[in-house]
């Protein structure tokens, strides 16, 4: 757990310190580069995990450690990073050509850190407490971050990512690619909640 937590804080801070390196080269301002870095959903879920993992390691009996210790929350967790891989690595995977630190940090942020922390889900998580309704809930996250994503973008002419880029692809192409990727999150969702209420206890 906390080899994980630390693989995503070093990802996360790494790619930051990266990011802002590339201020003179976009022309963007500090403020709206660091925004920007945060608008990113790889880099919310990636810190999503090594503040659920640091909190309920360092401190379970905490009002926060008692949160990210919950099933549904850590449930929820390795949905979202589990479709931060999915799609990078499917969809997004070298339409930007990366080397040295940029290399290593984009292959933690899309690789290392959504199956470290699957694996952490599926091992540690407490098991046949998951209810299909959880999936629900689980889907707001992904949702606001969309609404989010436009509603900037359309301000600001700037995407997180190339998909949903309605300035170049027009808001129907968006509307169909953002129903592939939440047909994405519903199915894996219920993966995961079939996962959890099949799978076997110890001694059976």
């Known amino acids: 757990m906390g080899a994980i937590a630390i693989i995503a804080w070093f990802a996360v801070i790494a790619q930051f310190y990266l990011i802002l390196q590339t201020t003179t080269q976009t022309g ?8 920007n870095f945060f ?24 009002k926060w450690g008692s949160f990210f210790s919950k099933a ?10 589990f479709i931060v891989g999915l799609v990078y690595n499917l969809v997004l995977r070298g339409i930007v050509s990366v080397t040295g630190l940029d290399w290593v940090v984009d292959n933690l942020l899309h690789v290392v850190v959504p199956v470290l922390f699957v694996l952490y ?14 999936i629900f809930p ?24 190339p998909f949903i880029h309605a300035a170049n692809l027009g808001y129907r ?9 939440a047909f994405a999150f519903f199915g894996v969702g219920l993966l995961f909640i079939m996962i959890n209420r099949y799978k076997k206890k110890p001694g059976r």
């Open 39 to 62: 608008s990113y959903f790889t880099i919310l879920n990636n810190l999503l995990v090594a503040v659920c993992l640091t909190s309920s390691l360092s401190s379970p009996s905490s």
């Open 28 to 35: 963007f301002s500090t403020s709206k580069t660091i925004i």
């Open 138 to 161: 689980w889907l707001f996250f992904p949702v606001f971050y969309l609404i989010y994503s436009l509603i900037r973008g359309t301000v600001t002419g700037w995407y997180a990512y």
């Open 72 to 81: 549904t929350v850590q449930s929820a967790i390795a949905l979202y990073i």
């Open 173 to 181: 192409k968006v509307v169909i690619n953002c129903f592939f990727v």
């Open 121 to 134: 889900w599926f091992i540690y998580t407490a098991r046949g407490v998951l209810q299909w309704k959880n």
